[in-house]
């Protein structure tokens, strides 16, 4: 614990190894992440050693709880952004981060949402039948996208038209559509080319839903992380954004 003044304020001056014990870096990683930027320069005593505050405490443990929600980098941008900016934008940085963090979970519950819809309909009792397939310019605007997409989706595995003729028409059956349903709900929810395929592979393979269900379900748990991470950094940002406005 820091030696704190009345004020609620640790007395100064802070040494380097005072601020590691309080924020659980190394003496190195603090005078790392000052070089870095994630801390605001230390006052240097006339021979040269460092001086740090309170806020230089308080940004290293927002910085813990930003990097576990956003990634090393955008949080030592983050807070090198906020500690340039008037409270109010510096305010609304913040917000943008838990915004953004609320944004990727819809998109991962609704992507959730259409596969096992999607994977849940039932197939017509008597087959398939010719008029339940599509060409691709019906299959495309069915969906909302370019044929070009459509190729594209093939060329990557992900979508396998039933028959292709030897005119190239490429001829979508039922399971076909299915898969480029997937495949469509999981892009519009954010997911990358990379994502879709280790989904579509759960599909294909012996785990079939329920493994594309698992994967769906990790990425919303990995979230639910992020976010309790920027919640813990929740105290620390506003000793640093407070810092700001009393600049």
Request: net charge positive; charged share 25%; aromatic share 0%.
């Given at each position: 614990m820091i030696d704190q003044a009345p004020s609620g304020r640790p007395?100064?001056?802070?040494r380097t190894s005072d601020v590691a014990r309080a924020s659980g870096y190394s003496v190195q990683q603090v005078r790392d992440l000052e070089r870095l930027g994630v801390i605001?320069?230390?006052t240097r005593s006339p021979n040269g050693y460092r001086s740090y505050a309170a806020v230089h405490v308080h940004a290293l443990g927002a910085?813990?709880?930003?990097?576990?929600?956003?990634?090393?980098?955008?949080?030592?941008?983050?807070?090198?952004?906020?500690?340039?900016?008037?409270?109010?934008?510096?305010?609304?940085?913040?917000?943008a981060v838990h915004?953004?963090?609320?944004?990727?979970?819809?998109?991962?519950?609704?992507?959730q949402a259409a596969v096992r819809a999607i994977q849940a309909e039932a197939t017509f009792p008597d087959?398939?039948?010719?008029?339940?397939?599509?060409?691709?310019?019906?299959?495309?605007?069915?969906?909302?996208?370019?044929?070009?997409?459509?190729?594209f989706w093939e060329q990557?595995?992900?979508?396998?038209?039933?028959?292709?003729?030897?005119?190239?028409?490429?001829r979508y059956?039922?399971?076909?559509?299915?898969?480029?349903r997937i495949v469509a709900a999981l892009r519009n929810s954010g997911y990358g080319i990379p994502a879709v395929h280790g989904i579509m592979g759960s599909l294909h393979g012996t785990g079939g839903i329920a493994e594309a269900d698992r994967i769906l379900q990790r990425r919303l748990d990995q979230i639910a992380a992020?976010?309790?991470?920027?919640?813990?950094?929740?105290?620390d940002l506003a000793a640093v954004v407070g810092d700001v406005a009393e600049t």
């Open positions: 007395r100064a001056p802070l605001p320069p230390a910085y813990r709880g930003l990097a576990g929600a956003i990634g090393a980098v955008a949080a030592r941008q983050l807070l090198a952004e906020v500690r340039g900016r008037p409270i109010v934008e510096a305010a609304s940085a913040i917000m915004a953004r963090l609320a944004r990727e979970r819809d998109e991962a519950l609704r992507a087959g398939e039948r010719a008029d339940d397939a599509m060409t691709i310019t019906q299959l495309a605007a069915a969906l909302g996208v370019r044929t070009s997409t459509l190729r990557e595995g992900l979508v396998s038209p039933d028959r292709v003729t030897s005119l190239r028409a490429r059956g039922l399971g076909a559509i299915r898969e480029a992020r976010s309790v991470a920027l919640l813990r950094a929740g105290a």
